[in-house]
């Protein structure tokens, strides 16, 4: 078998069995594959697709390629995955909500891809955070803590690792075979007792529509129950960012005003959803609206809040990052309003526009060796349906140089449509798929 007559078959649109997708996936952990054949390889998935029992051969496949840990705990093991929005950073309320719950969640999270935010690069905004923790301080942490937030190591589904980073610079990170296989062969090999999906869909995610929202649910939560993971996904809207801060350091700032100080909206509705449908699955809830209750009551009394600062510390962040965030978070040194043009209704956001735009500030990657700039980003970004007068911010950008703050203000301006009328602004959660 080689890569060659792998990549042959797929040019010319045939099947792949078990053998060719097992060969795939140790080829890009042990480094058989090239990067051009790699890259060839997701570029032939995304054009040609795969058929279910290749999607699940894959993934089984990806996450057999490394370490799949096993855990003895007096509590379920849970986990969320998101896949992918603009100012998205439910899993730093949600994780210490779990625990504070009585849940174990080792969530390994990824970095930014395309136009969307990294769960990692928001936890690396706070100094001293360390995400990248081998086995033995991963169980440790979420035994002593009850959750961690990190990244896969070399030893988590390596063969991920390098399809990863391949997707993010070759226009495949679309495709709903690539993202199963991602996703799941992560959180398979985390030995989790239960998962929740967050499927989003509009603007500013990677599907525009609830079809292909709903096909993507399907084909995630089909193929981690077929590996034997008890899996639900919701689909939830992202017609306009989740919270109205996009960049690294800007995303932490909104969730610490949620865990320390009773924020609601957006964050806490998603958040509750999510927990409560992994609470009842998990028999830690009598059904999903009582667990729901409970991950709201976890970040209203300040549970949450305290497990999210027990889990910073052990990560090598502030001992008392909760009660002196302000102090630790990093600023830019250019900030610019974004005003209004003319005065208006605010119709339609274009949240992949926005996350573009971060991207170009140094918020993101263009290429897998750039340096993120953790200042950088947008707040105060204005609400679909929302009146604005004339010369009032729409946004704010957040620049290390005057230059990029210019480039960020003209796209900004251009991602945000205003008119007359009022604006039906979509339910944050459209539907559930079990």
Not at 35 to 62: I, K, N, S, Y
Not at 100 to 116: E, F, N
Not at 254 to 279: F, N
Not at 288 to 312: C, L, P, S, T, V
Request: with cysteine; aromatic share 2%.
């Amino acid at each position: 078998m080689s890569a060659r007559e792998i990549l042959a078959k797929l040019r010319h649109g045939r099947a792949l069995d078990v053998a060719d997708l097992e060969w795939v996936a140790g080829a890009l952990a042990d480094g058989g594959l090239s990067d051009a054949q790699a890259g060839a390889f997701a570029m032939g998935v995304c054009a040609r697709g795969l058929d279910e029992p290749g999607r699940v051969a894959l993934t089984r496949a990806m996450c057999a390629s490394g370490t799949v840990l096993a855990w003895d705990l007096d509590k379920p093991v849970l986990d969320k995955h998101s896949t992918g929005g603009v100012g998205d950073c439910v899993s730093l309320v949600l994780a210490p909500a779990l625990a504070a719950c009585g849940a174990y969640v080792p969530m390994i999270s990824g970095r930014g891809l395309g136009h969307t935010g990294g769960t990692l690069d928001k936890l690396e905004a706070i100094p001293g955070v360390g995400v990248m923790l081998d086995e033995a301080r991963l169980r440790a942490v979420v035994g002593e803590v009850g959750c961690a937030i990190v990244g896969a190591t070399g030893d988590i589904a390596p063969a991920d690792k390098r399809l990863y980073a391949v997707r993010d610079v070759t226009a495949t990170v679309d495709s709903i075979d690539l993202i199963c296989a991602s996703i799941l062969s992560k959180k398979l090999a985390a030995g989790l007792e239960g998962l929740v999906l967050d499927v989003k869909v509009g603007s500013g995610a990677f599907m525009k529509t609830p079809a292909e929202a709903r096909a993507l649910a399907q084909a995630l939560v089909g193929t981690a129950n077929a590996a034997g993971c008890p899996t639900t996904a919701v689909l939830s809207d992202m017609n306009q960012p989740l919270v109205p801060s996009l960049g690294n350091a800007l995303e932490v700032a909104e969730v610490m005003q949620v865990l320390t100080g009773g924020a609601s909206g957006a964050i806490v509705e998603l958040s509750a959803a999510l927990g409560g449908a992994l609470l009842a699955g998990a028999g830690l809830a009598a059904e999903a609206d009582a667990g729901a209750a409970r991950i709201r009551a976890a970040i209203d009394d300040g549970a949450a809040a305290e497990r999210f600062g027990a889990m910073i510390a052990a990560l090598g962040g502030p001992v008392r990052f909760v009660e002196t965030w302000q102090r630790f978070l990093p600023e830019a040194t250019v900030v610019r309003e974004v005003t209004a043009a003319q005065a208006g209704v605010v119709q339609a956001i274009d949240g992949e526009a926005l996350g573009h735009a971060v991207v170009a500030l140094g918020g993101g990657r263009v290429v897998e060796s750039d340096q993120v700039d953790p200042a950088v980003g947008l707040s105060g970004v204005v609400r679909l349906g929302e009146p604005v007068a004339k010369g009032q911010p729409l946004a704010v950008v957040h620049a290390s140089r005057p230059a990029q703050a210019d480039a960020a203000v003209r796209a900004v301006r251009a991602a945000i449509s205003l008119g007359a009328g009022a604006v039906e602004t979509p339910d944050l959660i459209l539907e559930r798929v079990s």
